[in-house]
């Protein structure tokens, strides 16, 4: 849950439209002898939104703590606006702990001294902003989801100029998630608030972010927009969080490659001959029976809301997720056909 007040740093004008810059100089992290976060850097530029994701144990909570300031890097530098700890100020963050236990929802949402003119007014703002509904209701009557939207309200209202998030929306349901996030990152975007946004959603994390970091092992993974991040299907610890991706015979031959009879132009450069192309779902298509393709047979279909996810096992071997309409039910064992959608393709030379 949120930082105390003590933790959070409020701008001395009252204004909340600078952001700090925050910079990470390999910052390396152990506990009970095991590497958690391994030489880390990062550059983040004042104002923008980064999200961290990884598989559980990449030690994402550890270096959202570390840039926070709750916790201390074995070696290396941080710098928040220029200055190096202990002279540089500690960011405002939203965890898993230090959140009120007792009192009421409004009283909570300001720092203790903190009540200028018309802070009432801007409580009942960021109330409704995060979906409070009852500001005099008890603190300890609060389920789990609710605790992190009072968490938020409160970060807000101290006016962080960069903000730390982990997982701080992970226990809404779906609907109410999605509200929340896009109603705190246009917060954010209009108060130039720098932010690290730490989340197990990598839908969520490509929804937000101007930039996406994808940590495996301690280690800086993929460091990119996320158009850039999500096209880097080829490498595994990417796709282990950004996936499923699926991979299929091709033949590259200049800057086309020849799958199943289809010519597709190439993401990348790639020598000719043999090699794997990757795929991700909503990129393979099922075809009419005389269409350019592949013949598959059905293993699995799964209804996911708004599509259906299947996986088929084409005539040459492969496994391929396919993602189709939701009113296309496919029975197990039926007979499909599959072909790529006319989009440029990654590859990977065979092993």
């Known amino acids: ?45 004042a104002g923008g939104i980064v999200a961290i994701v990884g598989e559980s144990g990449c030690g994402a909570t550890t270096l959202a703590g570390i840039i926070a300031g709750r916790e201390r890097a074995d070696h290396g530098e941080v710098l928040i606006d220029g200055r190096a700890r202990p002279d540089a100020p500690r960011l405002g963050g939203v965890f898993d702990d230090g959140a009120p236990r007792f009192g009421r929802v409004r009283d909570a949402v300001l720092p203790r001294g903190r009540h200028p003119h018309g802070a009432d007014d801007e409580v009942r703002r960021l109330l409704a902003l995060v979906g409070l509904t009852s500001p005099d209701a008890g603190i300890r009557r609060l389920s789990r989801g609710d605790r992190q939207r009072l968490a938020i309200a409160r970060a807000l209202a101290a006016e962080p100029r960069a903000l730390v998030l982990d997982d ?32 197990r959603d990598t839908a969520e994390a490509i929804a937000v972010a101007d930039r996406v970091i994808v940590l495996d092992r301690g280690r800086i993974a993929a460091d990119g ?16 969080v950004l996936g499923p991706v699926s991979s299929v015979p091709g033949i590259v031959e200049g800057s086309e490659v020849d799958v199943w009879g289809q010519h597709l132009p190439l993401a990348g450069s790639a020598h000719d001959g043999h090699c794997e192309v990757l795929v991700r779902p909503e990129n393979v298509v099922l075809v009419a029976p005389d269409a350019p393709g592949m013949d598959a047979v059905v293993e ?52």
Not at 11 to 31: E, M, Q, Y
Not at 179 to 184: E, I, K, M, T, V
Not at 314 to 329: E, I, Y
């Open 1 to 45: 849950m949120v930082e105390g007040s003590a933790a959070v740093a409020v701008p001395s004008d009252g204004s909340s439209g600078a952001g700090w810059s925050v910079r990470l100089s390999g910052v390396t992290r152990s506990r009970a002898g095991a590497r958690v976060l391994d030489g880390v850097d990062l550059d983040l530029p």
């Open 168 to 199: 701080a929306l992970s226990a809404l349901h779906t609907v109410g998630r999605e509200r929340l996030r896009d109603a705190l990152v246009s917060e954010l975007r209009r108060r130039g608030t720098t932010t690290v946004w730490v989340t």
């Open 225 to 240: 927009t996320p158009e850039q991040v999500y096209a880097r299907a080829a490498e595994p610890a990417v796709a282990a």
């Open 300 to 351: 699995e279909s799964r209804f996911l809301g708004r599509v259906r996810r299947s996986l088929v096992r084409t005539l040459d071997g492969s496994l391929v997720h396919v993602d189709h309409a939701a009113d296309a039910r496919l029975d197990l064992h039926a007979r499909v056909r599959i072909a790529l959608a006319a989009v440029p393709v990654t590859t990977r030379p065979l092993s």
